[in-house]
């Protein structure tokens, strides 16, 4: 078994270490981290039902019996579980071009612990230089751009398979990006803008003729963070967050809020608290609480926590 995992070992130098010598003017960086933590929440235990159990009683008041579509196995979904979470490894390629623009690459693979099944993310390459950044793949979504308080609730940031640009020209960022109907059907533009700690963003487009804004802004001094989004998903759907954040010395702690504001799951909210510590050399430890509120059935209510230990490569 040894000997195996060295041949392995030295078979992945080999492959690395092949394309530098072909692609002369090519820098190829190699990095990562492995995540591993602890989770577990306050999920109610499930009952196993079994074929004949008595689940009920009916209108006359006669016992009902399980069939075989009622039967559930026993779970206990809120016990504590090791898990890997953002284990990855990433490969980036850059290098001049005949025109004195820069071009570059970028892959990574996404793990979990032994047996799970390793995943492509982040898989992109472009042309930059000082126009800015065309990029092709997983691009900067700019209808993003407004979401400066963290998505504890929901997401409005994220397209694996279209074409952006992002200029920056002083304390001003620009960015459009577009998928085709085949793919996404995405397309969105924002603007962010920064100055002496104060932050502003927005960003509207479409995703397959749904309309989507995210406008935010934020504060930063003497370690202090703050900020606040408004989100719209349209269809009735619309989000306010907020978050706060210090750090000092090898210390971080942030505390952020999302809700809905809008029709649809209206009252709903996620309360997250975190702490992390840098234990130096790339290595961080740190803690998560989130307390999630079902404002139309407390049996919605779900409290979960996790001790995560990150070493970066």
Known sequence: MKHTK???ALALAGIAASPLAQAEGTTVTLSGQVAIGILASDAEDVDAINEGDPIGVDANGDTIFATA???VSAARPGDPTVFGDDSIINVKATGTLNNGLEGYANYRTDLGL???VATGDNIHLGIKGDFGDIRVGEVPDAIGYGQLAGDPLADI?????????TGTFGGLTFGANASPSGSSDRYGVGVKFSAAGFGIGIGVGTDDDRDELS?????SIAGVSLAVAFKDFDLGR?????KASYGWGDFSAGITFEGEAGDVDDGDALL???????LG???NISTRLNSFTDDSDSSGDLLDYRLLLTKAF
Not at 272 to 278: C, E, I, K, P
């Open 157 to 165: 940031d994220g397209e694996n398979f279209g074409i952006s640009y």
């Open 114 to 116: 032994v047996g799970d």
């Open 281 to 283: 050399n790339g290595m």
């Open 272 to 278: 997250r608290f975190d702490l992390g510590y840098d």
């Open 238 to 242: 619309e989000t306010i967050g907020a």
């Open 6 to 8: 060295t041949a392995a």
């Open 215 to 219: 406008v935010g802004a934020s504060y």
């Open 69 to 71: 579509a009622d039967v």
